[in-house]
């Protein structure tokens, strides 16, 4: 794939505490995004980055928000952990024609 | 709003052969579409990349076609292997640099 880091890989938290997820990427692609995976409900676009500092949402972006301070890092942030929070979150980068996918994080919200 | 289904859900066959999964999009006002391949508990692997100007792309055993007049793509695996069980999904552009994720196909290939 293109470089893609997303870390935590795996991780369990309360409800209610705030979590960050990063993303990192190494191959200078403009577009970065992040998705949520579920059974049932496929691939979610949660918010997405068309260059630093500039970031929009997606179709499930309540409860998240994300910042790019610089081109390679896109975080993701749950202000409060809700249990429907629990899911996979994948990081994706563009190039302008493909996607290209992080490995995923397993977040579990008890 | 686009939409993207894919058919069958589920396919189990035995190792060897040809087989044929669908994808189906509503906006036909595409650039491009891009077929993916995720293993359990993984991340999504890129198979193919077809632009709007082509009508289909070759890796291998696979071969991916677009006819987006009728909003449909195909990805073809000749000589099915136990090592193709995987789930496929393909992606269109929604909006922008925006892609909408059909629901996928998982794979079965029988020893």
């Known amino acids: 794939d293109a470089g893609i880091t997303q870390s935590p890989r795996h991780k369990v938290t309360e409800t209610g505490t705030p979590v960050t997820l990063r993303c990192h990427q190494t191959?200078?692609?403009?577009?970065m995004y992040w998705y949520r995976q579920d059974p049932g409900h496929g691939l979610r676009l949660i918010h997405y980055s068309y260059g630093v500092k500039d970031t929009d949402k997606g179709e499930v972006s309540d409860g998240y928000s994300v910042s790019r301070s610089k081109t390679e890092d896109f975080l993701l942030t749950l202000e409060s952990a809700t249990s429907s929070q629990t899911s996979v979150y994948f990081c994706a980068t563009g190039d302008g024609l493909e996607q290209y996918f992080g490995p995923g994080t397993r977040l579990t919200v008890t | 709003k686009q939409e993207v289904t894919q058919i069958p859900a589920a396919l189990s066959v035995p190792e060897g052969e040809n087989l044929v999964l669908n994808c189906s999009f509503t906006d036909s006002a595409i650039y491009n579409l891009q077929w993916f391949r995720q293993d359990p508990g993984k991340g999504l692997t890129s198979l193919l990349l077809?632009?709007?100007?082509?009508r289909e792309q070759t890796s291998g055993r696979l071969n991916a076609s677009l006819d987006k007049s009728s909003g449909r793509s195909t990805l073809y695996i000749a000589a099915s292997q136990p090592g193709d069980s995987a789930t496929y999904l393909c992606a269109v552009p929604s909006y922008g640099q925006n892609f909408v994720f059909g629901p996928g196909t998982r794979l079965s290939v029988l020893p």
């Open positions: 077809i632009q709007s100007s082509q």
């Open positions: 191959e200078n692609h403009r577009y």
